[in-house]
């Protein structure tokens, strides 16, 4: 089963570690989140991010035992995710709709 999450619910631009560790939170609290195997965190619909949210939300999300996907419909999005999981020297299936 997989929990989905829908960033753009939560905004259209995020910048800040507070705020993915805020996202990270809301994430932990999802109804279908306790017994999913797999996590979507999708970023259709959202505009911008930055390096530092993006490091500290995917260094958050590696942290729970579920499988971790990323899932996005802007380059600029998946460029930067992409550079976070790099540096991090991880892969992690992505898709840009």
């Known amino acids: 089963m997989k929990a989905h999450f829908d960033l753009s619910k939560y905004g259209k631009v995020f910048s800040t570690r507070p705020k993915a560790e805020e996202?990270?939170?809301?994430?932990?609290?999802m109804p279908t989140f306790k017994s999913a195997?797999?996590?979507?965190?999708d970023f259709?619909?959202?505009?911008?991010?930055?390096?530092s949210f993006s490091d500290e939300l995917v260094s958050q999300v590696l942290k729970y035992p579920k499988s971790v996907e990323f899932k996005?419909?802007?380059?600029?999005?998946?460029d930067v995710i992409s550079q976070v999981l790099e540096r991090r020297n991880l892969l992690i299936p992505t898709s840009c709709s």
Do not use: H, P, R, W
């Open 23 to 29: 996202i990270s939170l809301s994430i932990a609290k």
């Open 37 to 41: 195997d797999e996590l979507v965190v």
């Open 44 to 51: 259709t619909g959202v505009d911008a991010i930055s390096y």
């Open 72 to 78: 996005f419909d802007n380059k600029q999005v998946l």
